[in-house]
């Protein structure tokens, strides 16, 4: 990078925002795939929005691509800088502006890490479900700009059903307000979901206004085990299907119920094929009423265990295994594609029976975890990515995957987004006119293609 645009960015955040040793650079060359790297030209970290649009201008006019980063989880590629050029990381813009308890409202910078913003709401008795897994980290612009989902998605929605405004610098350097503090606003075409899930290639968010809701009063933690895997996937639609929506329902299968028993040892059995947790909440009544009907179709539907967590440090430690599930995984293998294909929630069980033929026919071991009550269950494929001859099957173990997912009715990716792990089968999961409307909705906003250009899009 020329070092006029280096002493521009200096002038412009000054100079200790401004990174370009080669240690720095690697840092940001990742994300958290293990299968994609591209390393920066220069890093810069913003403290504000009028940082951002100068930030912005200058790219333009040099036509130097720009990739935005919060904390750099995700997990298909979109933080990795493909074209060198800058990296914008917004860590820096980090604070909760506004809780406004009467308003049931939050104003927040897009730097914020999604559990301190929680842990700033648990105080005030209030609440926001998006709960992506890799909370400890993630902030919330990477967040909204992958429209994360978790295990609470599946009673409360994702991310796009909390974000009622945004500011977003454009590649031009303008900086634009979408959206508002109302709940309801029908003003003109919605283009607050449009940013919502963009993955950085329309803008960078700058500030996020979001609906907050009150605290459920009450939450019960249900552990069931099984010895068939699509038993347990047919129970899930079973719950559903009695009207009972849990706050969660997450599947773990049993090669990382046995890593949660070599870590924590909480006494599960090592030999069983699936565990289920649930977590239901609301009022003491209807909290106690749901727990006691789903232990009961638990049973009826083939658990060799199921059972109440007996407090609430229980409960905290099977959430605490759950969420340390990813990790688990990605220790085992030098790679590890966790894949986020998602069926209709009636076509469970058979989406199970066909990873496990995937699997044996491909012989790469796929690891089951996540959100069973969306028919989000991510299927993660072990293997190792500098084996050329293993790599040319992975391909084509990932399409088999994908393409089983669409014949069941399902969708190319629940909520990990489509990044550069996915674009080569876009055109398989949208409608030509589709794709050609969102291209032309992405030269609108970025003419020149240099925000986080090589994403979602094929030859772009
Ligand atoms: C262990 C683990 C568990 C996970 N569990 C879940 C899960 O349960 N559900 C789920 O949905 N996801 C999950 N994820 C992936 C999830 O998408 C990310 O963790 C999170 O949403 C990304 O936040 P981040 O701050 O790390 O963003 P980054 O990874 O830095 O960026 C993500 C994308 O957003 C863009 N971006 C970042 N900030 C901005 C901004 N301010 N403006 C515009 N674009 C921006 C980037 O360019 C990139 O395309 C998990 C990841 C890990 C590693």
């Keep these: 990078m020329k070092p006029e645009i280096i002493h521009r960015l200096q002038e412009i955040v000054g100079k200790d925002d401004v990174l370009s040793?080669?240690?720095?650079?690697?840092?940001?060359?990742?994300?958290?795939?293990?299968?994609?790297?591209g390393t920066p030209e220069v890093v810069v970290l913003p403290r504000t929005t009028g940082q951002i649009s100068e930030i912005m201008k200058l790219a333009s006019r040099h036509r130097i691509a720009v990739t935005p980063r919060g904390a750099g989880t995700n997990i298909s590629g979109g933080s990795v800088p493909t074209r060198g050029g800058i990296v914008l990381c917004t860590v820096k813009m980090n604070?909760?502006?506004?809780?406004?308890?009467?308003n049931l409202t939050a104003v927040v910078e897009p730097g914020v890490v999604l559990q301190d913003f929680n842990n700033m709401l648990a105080k005030e008795n209030l609440f926001y479900p998006p709960d992506p897994q890799s909370f400890l980290g993630c902030t919330m612009g990477g967040t909204i700009a992958e429209n994360s989902g978790g295990p609470l998605c599946v009673k409360y929605g994702v991310t796009k059903h909390y974000v009622l405004g945004l500011e977003v610098v454009l590649p031009s350097g303008y900086v634009m307000k979408v959206g508002g503090s109302t709940v309801k606003n029908r003003t003109g075409y919605d283009l607050v979901p449009l940013f919502t899930g963009s993955e950085g290639t329309l803008g960078v968010i700058t500030g996020i206004t979001l609906r907050l809701i009150p605290r459920p009063a009450a939450r019960r933690t249900l552990m069931a085990i099984f010895d068939d895997m699509t038993l347990a996937g047919a129970v899930v639609s079973s719950i559903l299907g009695a009207g009972i929506v849990p706050a969660k329902?997450?599947?773990?299968?049993?090669?990382?119920?046995?890593?949660i028993e070599e870590k924590m040892k909480i006494g599960l059995p090592v030999d069983a094929k699936t565990m289920l947790l649930i977590d239901v909440d609301g009022s003491e009544a209807a909290v106690e009423s749901e727990a006691d009907r789903i232990l009961e179709l638990l049973k009826e539907g083939g658990a060799r265990i199921a059972r109440r967590a007996k407090d609430e440090a229980e409960a905290a430690l099977y959430w605490k295994a759950r969420s340390a599930g990813f990790a688990a995984i990605y220790s085992a293998a030098r790679t590890v594609i966790a894949e986020d294909v998602t069926v209709p929630r009636d076509r469970l069980s058979e989406y199970i029976q066909r990873l496990d033929e995937i699997s044996r026919k491909s012989g790469f071991p796929i690891v089951l975890i996540g959100h069973a009550g969306d028919g989000n269950i991510h299927p993660s494929v072990s293997t190792d990515s500098t084996d050329k001859e293993d790599l040319e099957r992975l391909e084509d173990t990932l399409t088999a995957i994908f393409e089983m997912a669409l014949e069941l009715g399902g969708t190319l990716s629940g909520e990990h987004g489509i990044g550069l792990e996915k674009k080569r089968l876009l055109s398989r999961a949208l409608d030509p006119m589709?794709?050609?409307?969102?291209?032309?909705?992405?030269?609108?906003?970025?003419?020149?293609?240099?925000?986080?250009?090589?994403?979602?899009?094929?030859?772009?």
Aim: no cysteine.
């Design 249 to 259: 329902i997450e599947f773990v299968d049993n090669f990382v119920i046995r890593r």
């Design 95 to 102: 604070r909760v502006l506004d809780i406004n308890k009467t």
């Design 21 to 37: 040793a080669r240690e720095d650079l690697a840092t940001y060359s990742y994300d958290g795939t293990t299968n994609w790297t």
């Design 434 to 460: 589709a794709i050609d409307a969102m291209r032309k909705i992405k030269t609108i906003f970025d003419p020149d293609n240099i925000m986080n250009p090589d994403k979602i899009w094929e030859n772009a």
